[in-house]
């Protein structure tokens, strides 16, 4: 993680963290075990000449309250990325005002405990404050209004973090299924040249941060052709663009991996790397027709779709950790062009999907279960790595 004197003193970055950084560099062997003890090798060991394996932070283990999400975050995961805290619904809640408290925690957590920082999100439709993109009345402000709240936020956002955030993800689901943009605010008023100035401004803050354009179901060929589309415009003209995220909301069939792959194959040729973002896999019934990760889209409570409160049937849990697997394994397969694959959540008790799109469900997405225990993919994972 880069370190640099730029850091605006929010921060504290101490010399014996980066000495530390660099000894946990030192090459291992290929065995289960770390080198210099009994210790089982973990996932950050076994991954770390493919890509960065990444997990999202809620405020109370960035907090360092939640000690036993914490301990795994430390031993298996090399990035965090900020669930919530980063949002602008939560860092600037009004227009001249910024709540940097928990965000400050957060990359506070990254710098002691040597971990790559990802921001996540400085443009998005939702969880975007109501006053944003309208005048005092309510009326959507000019596109010079919006692009100097744009410009505003995103300086102050990134400038604060320069040198230690490694990458943002600048814009957020504008894209929709069938190719075209989502009619936000940013989009009623600027139409699609708030995504290039979004970039802009990033690169402006902070030259050094890599830049990702973020969406999910990118593997509908209308979505992942736009997104395409975008990034060539962004080349064409100049203007930073490091990765597209694709968000790992998934299913345990859903989508086939020959369409994940279709779809890191585009954005390769199009010049860009793919992170892996937000992956989790529900086995539980998807009562939707398109999967993802639209917020508006919620269903009502049915036993139905909740089959498995009481735990995972011995069938379930293997076919899910077969899937993980699966998906694990063509990452491994892509590795010279993933950057990242990012888990969204530590244990499965803290996923967002235990309420969406369904409120008060029980579900298994993640690669830790409720008592913080691995699954048996966490195993396999690093039993196969360790072969090597
Ligand atoms: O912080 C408030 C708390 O004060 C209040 O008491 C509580 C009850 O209303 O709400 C809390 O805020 C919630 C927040 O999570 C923190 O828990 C919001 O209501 C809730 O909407 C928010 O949900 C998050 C969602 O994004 C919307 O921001 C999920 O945790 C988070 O996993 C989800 O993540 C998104 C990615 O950012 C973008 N891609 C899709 C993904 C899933 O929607």
Redesign the pocket.
Known sequence: MKKTSTITGHVDLSIPAIVLCLLLLLPGCGNTKNEHSNHPKTLKEVLKDKFLIGV?L?SRQSSGNDTAAVRIVKEHFNDIVA??CM?SI?IHPEENRYNFTQADEFVQFGVDNNLSITG??LI?H??LPAWFCVDENGENVSPEVLKERMKDHIYTVVGRYKGVIRGWDVV??AILEDGSYRESKFYEILGEEFIPLAFQYAHEADPEAELYY?D?NEWYPGKRETVVRLINTLKKRGIRIDGIGM?G?LGVTNPALEAYQETIDDYVNAGVKVLIT?LDVSPLPEPRRIGG?N?ADREAYRKEIDPYTDGLPEDVAIEWNNRMMDLFDLFLKNSDNILRVTM??VSDGDS?KNN?PVSGRTDYPLLFDRDHQPKEVVTRLIQQLSEY
Do not use: R
């Open positions: 999202a809620n669930e919530n949002k939560e996540h999100c998005w939702s969880q957020n689901e973020n999910y968000q909301h937000e990760a917020l969204w959540g967002w969406f």
